[in-house]
């Protein structure tokens, strides 16, 4: 496994504001992506942070509401853009090693949007 | 679209019994299979994957594969009260394709497990 750090871990922002969440690894790894976890919700995948490169985003999630940095193998950014309630959610990093088909989180971030 | 389902709870059982948890899966590209469990205000945590048909134990879990009939399950014998949490099932593709290292989640089963 590896150890995954998230910042922060909550955090209570005003309706129209941005959030920045980083995502730490203590080890450098193939696969970052960012998940989000809304009240009692399962969790659903916003995007592949690539290294390097622009994140892959799936379907319903777009660049300019959760862009997303990845500058090296151990490193991401997820920010939330002009929030708004219905982005009241858990946002959670993964990442995945090359070879290894496991993938771990990290303790998420729980974001509340007043 | 890709689907995974979860059997529907909550389920509760006593203290010393099995708990059964099953999984169906829509995509027959999927090649891993994983089982999550996340306890309340908790971020989710891998307690097993598989690979192969047949069954896979790992002290107290034993988790089952039949990709014929797209379906995973996940056996906890001896159930214990801190066995209590939201059970995640989750599939994702091998490499090669556009969804490889993309998990698709269910939407979990409660599990109670009362002394």
Redesign the interface.
Known sequence: SAVISQKPSRDICQRGTSLTIQCQVDSQVTMMFWYRQQPGQSLTLIATANQGSEATYESGFVIDKFPISRPNLTFSTLTVSNMSPEDSSIYLCSVKRTGVDEQYFGPGTRLTVT | QKEVEQNSGPLSVPEGAIASLNCTYSDRGSQ?F?W?RQYSG?????IM?I?SNGDKEDGRFTAQLNKASQYVSLLIRDSQPSDSATY?C?V?ANAGGTSY????????TILTVHP
Do not use: D, V
């Open positions: 891993s994983f999550y908790k971020s989710p945590e891998l994957s690979y995640l989750a994702t290292g993309k998990l698709t989640f269910g939407q979990g």
